[in-house]
């Protein structure tokens, strides 16, 4: 850059200033101050100081957002703050349970108000956008949560999301969540485009954004009318941080972001349930679609008091506005049979387009369900989708209810291996008695077995499974580690390489750990936790097939119900025959039983935060859990330690608030290795 003229340096950050202001008075103020044909003249002269000086060429420059090279594929990144998911309310009776349930935990009084933060839930994508001194540095999707896709070459093209932060205000780190959409407008136009060129229009304005925003070629993402909202941030390193939710949006909007109009501030849960009146009669009128509302409490040290459960945060929730509905004819029901034996009816319907999707099925849940509907097989149906998420039938249409119409009768077999079905006192769904002998649960016991969090045998998909039960290679999971390769070659898509591949996954897949192998069988209610919570207590599998019901309730989650599944699991001869075929074939884990007695960590409550470098979080959590602590996702006055790795950030800070140990990375290490050598 030494032999630039100074003149074109100064015009060129100019430039640069002046585009970038007038993308934000268009893109998110809708205020355009100058017509186009001025905009395309300034960016031409851009674009011809960078043609001529390439190197002056920057990630924030405008001219960046037409897209660049094509990749070969997304890469994944983890979110350093997990991007949770939201518990779901749909009517004023839960919302006003969780308001109730808000005070009780905070300890306030009936009659005091929570500031509650009312923002439109937009149907469109979730990303996480990270910023680094003022300039976007990756953008993600969301995924499961904890893990995405890499897209930062493709929202770079989105002009409502700023390259460069304005002002000089904001954190050293930011990284701020928001919806990438398709308006309608934008969509009718994206389709018009697509019908002219003779291609397949999209379905609805998500799907659009969807598929626009996971293209590996940007430059076709940037011709694809794609906005953002920005709603909440992540990750915030700076000395001062807003005290509010509703102040951080102010926030984020000074520093370029879109942030929806009709987000708004209230007080009590009373002014939540008419925001909702009044957002429910404008839905139509807006130029997006809206699935719901999204209620957070505002103030941030409360959010910090309320935490998390589970997968969601306690001091917020989505309220869904009524499913919307059609009526279609049933053509038929179909009875699937899943893998702890449950049947259950599937209605096949002519096709209906509801909510933005074309429903072809829809459940009916259990035999009491059929009875309560009353529906026959012919009938006109009303189809809701439940939450805009499941499809199912609310009722049938009796006034045309045709001639010969048949009645839904439950079947007494199972209609994959003719096993008698029958139903337990006390519960709604019923069982195929058949077992792992049950071609149908075979498959879906294979399946579970086989999957990431158990076994994890990898390359052993859902459709190879089967196949191979199709062809009756295998009959339960212990003939996994009995295929020869010359089995393998030759099915679909199953050549020599890839067959030696499986075959290596299965045998690698045979040192595994106890509280895996035990979710791994699939007993009825054992989960993760369970399962690692079971073997923390017991050490050893033949502690566990021997241990009473009365054992069994004194351990910590596990109640009458799961302890009853657990007994009747290893009670069955055929099911101990398997577990002895698969440690015959050599599968393995190291027993506890030296451990139970005195677990290092047992009643204490773990936090991790930050991105640990030298291991996964996963397998961290795992070696916290195998020495019996609990791992939380937010620090509590319970917490006994946090291990902060780089990147920590609000927790770090309450832990160090709180006065709670914190360990390095390197100190958990040491740490580790001293306790599991």
Known sequence: MLNIPELVLKRYERLKDELNRHNYLYYVLDDPSIPDSEYDRLMRSLQDIEGEFPELRSADSPSQRVGGEALKGFSQVSHNVPMLSLDNAFSDEDMSDFDRRIKERLKLGGSDKIAYVCEPKLDGVAVSLVYEKGLLVRGATRGDGSVGEDITVNVRTINSIPLKLRGTDFPELLEVRGEIYISQQGFDQLNQKALR???????????????????????????????????????????????????????????????????????????????????????????????????????????????????????AIARKFPAQEEMTRLLDVE??????????????????????????????????????????????????????VIPQIVKAVLEKRPVGAVPI??????????????????????????????GAQTKQAIKHFASRKAMDIDGLGDKLVDLLVDQGLIYSVADLFELQTEQLVGLERMAQKSAQNLLNSIAASKQTSLPKFLFALGIREVGEATGQTLANNFGSLESVICAPIEELLEVEDVGPVVARHIVDFFNNPDNLSIIQALRQAGVHWQNIDQTVQSLPLKGQTWVLTGTLETMSRAEAKDRLQSMGAKVAGSVSAKTHCIVAAPGAGSKLKKAQALAIEILTEQQFTDFLNKELP
């Open 335 to 388: 009875f699937q049979v899943g893998r702890t034996g449950a049947v259950t009816p599937v209605a096949r319907l002519e096709p209906v387009f509801v909510g933005g999707v074309t429903v072809a099925n829809a459940t009916l849940h259990n035999a009491d369900e059929i009875a309560r509907l009353g529906i026959c097989v012919g009938d006109m149906v009303i189809v809701r989708r439940a939450g805009d």
């Open 409 to 438: 009768e439950f079947p007494e077999r199972c209609p994959v291996c003719q096993s008698s079905v029958k139903r337990t006192a006390g519960e709604v769904v019923a069982r195929c008695t058949g077992g792992l002998f049950c």
């Open 197 to 315: 060129a003779g291609d397949k229009p999209f379905v609805n304005p998500r799907n659009a954004a969807a598929g626009s925003l996971r293209q590996l070629d940007s430059k076709i993402t940037a011709t694809r009318p794609l906005e953002m909202f920005a709603y909440s941030a992540g990750q915030y390193r700076a000395q001062a941080k807003p005290d509010s939710h509703f102040k951080m949006l102010g926030n984020l909007a000074d520093w370029g972001f879109k942030i929806n109009r009709h987000i708004q501030l209230v007080e009590g849960i009373a002014a939540c349930e008419k925001y909702y009146q009044q957002l429910a009669a404008l839905r139509d009128q807006l130029d997006y679609e809206i699935d719901g509302i999204v209620y957070k409490v505002s103030d941030l040290q409360l959010q910090g008091r309320l935490g998390f459960v589970a997968k969601a945060p306690r001091w």
